[in-house]
């Protein structure tokens, strides 16, 4: 199944009425609740998702902003948007595909077999002269059955991963420095990891080509005998790093905790500076 979409294709499913659900995941930091947004304009047909609160479940601060939901809490929003079994799911976002990536990497690990992004977004379904509708779609609800979510890693054993493959943080450089940190208590990097920001994956707000995403994981270190993880602030680019590598053929193992979890657990050592192991301390 193709991994991404573009206008063109996701119209042409819309039109002919095939079992398709369209998802609206917009979410930033900086504007979490994407929901007036998702009002004022929407491609037609298409649910709004709530990041914060159906791909995400609440959770203690040492469990990072993100808790990955269970295999019933993630069901039962998917009903909500009326998805079913055997449906494609098209999720998107405005927001260069960050956001719509968790969806992408929660649906496909829970037995969807067909997730697919919209590549560029809201913007490339409007700069390819498509209109939007207003409003809310409330969908009848689905029927779909998931398989329970295959986790990522946790906590332990992303400590352990750079002593057998590569840890990716890909956040920005200088919150891997450990320069600033706007979002959690403690700034710098998880010792051994390397730094692959986020940015590097896509141009103008679509995904680079498959040759040129192996460049860049290979640039940051990853062979074929290499295992790949990665995490980021709260976990959610850290999925989309996840589909950047599906896209490049390189499989990468999500830490979704990140940096969020790990600087709230005492005790957990911090690397600063540009070096994977630099100026660690507990």
Partial sequence: MPLLTTPADLAELISAEDAVRVLDVRWRLDAPDGRIAYRGGHIPGAVYVDLDHELSTPGTPQDGRH?????????????????????????????????????????????????????????????????????????????????????????????????????????????????????????????????????????????????ELRAAFADAGARADVPVAAYCGSGIAASHAALAGALAGVEVTVYPGSWSQWSQTPGRPVATGAEPHGGATA
């Fill in 67 to 211: 808790p990955v939901p269970d295999r019933d809490t993630l069901q039962a929003a998917a009903r909500r948007w009326g998805v079913s079994n055997g449906d494609t799911v098209v999720v998107y976002d405005d927001a260069g595909s960050v956001a719509a990536a968790r969806a992408w990497w929660l649906l496909s690990r829970s037995g969807i077999t067909d997730v697919r992004v919209l590549d560029g977004g809201l913007r490339a379904w409007t700069g390819d002269g498509r209109a939007l509708e207003e409003g809310q779609v409330v969908p009848v609800p689905g029927d779909v059955d998931l398989a329970p979510l295959r986790p990522g890693l946790d906590i332990d054993e992303a400590a352990a991963w750079p002593e057998k493959g590569l840890l990716l943080d890909v956040r920005a450089p200088e919150r891997y420095r450990g320069e600033t940190e706007p979002m959690d208590p403690v700034a710098g990097h998880i010792p051994g990891a390397v730094n692959l920001p986020t940015p590097s994956f896509t141009d103008a707000g679509r995904f680079r080509s498959p040759d």
